[in-house]
């Protein structure tokens, strides 16, 4: 048989497993968002500890790569005082007539869906260092956005 041919094992023709991205820039964390990110590295570290499977446990540990050093860079926020909208703040807002009430959070405790903006989010970017009663032009949207109430997220 021709070298050509021959492999010299199965590993060299998988597709390459590349570690999960970091987002860009600090990662900031409210307290929520500090405990969620201890609480998802205790999970992965037990993952990871109790898989036998070597490519289910070379999966666990490039996951628990990644949560290791989302803990490891966490930065918390300082705790916010209501004034101006930050890290940490529940922010009401009216945009055209319809009010929305928003968190804004770290990267790993966001959840668009349920209200919780990452500040790197577009719309959190230009609320950050807002006040109630000013009105925000956020790019790529029509009307404005007028800051009605801000608050510390609640414990």
Do not use: C
Not at 28 to 33: A, N, Q, S
Not at 67 to 79: D, E, F, G, V
Not at 105 to 114: I, Q
Request: hydrophobic fraction near 35%.
């Amino acid at each position: 048989m021709s070298v050509a041919f021959r492999r010299e094992s199965d590993e060299e023709h998988l597709e390459p497993r590349f570690e999960l991205p970091l987002p860009p820039g600090p990662n900031i964390v409210t307290k929520r968002g500090l405990a969620l990110l201890e609480a998802r590295n205790a999970e992965y570290e037990a993952s990871f500890l109790a898989e036998n499977d070597e490519e289910k446990r070379k999966a666990a540990s490039r996951d628990l790569r990644y949560w290791r050093k989302r803990l490891a860079t966490a930065q918390p926020a300082p705790l916010p005082t209501g004034e101006t909208v930050a890290v940490g703040t529940r922010v009401t807002i009216d945009r055209n007539g319809e009010r929305r009430q928003i968190d804004i959070v770290g990267h790993d405790e966001a959840d668009p869906a349920n209200g919780r903006l990452s500040f790197a989010a577009p719309l959190s970017t230009v609320l950050i260092g807002g006040e109630v009663g000013e009105e925000i032009e956020v790019p790529g949207s029509p009307g404005l956005v007028t800051i009605i109430a801000i608050e510390p997220i609640p414990d």
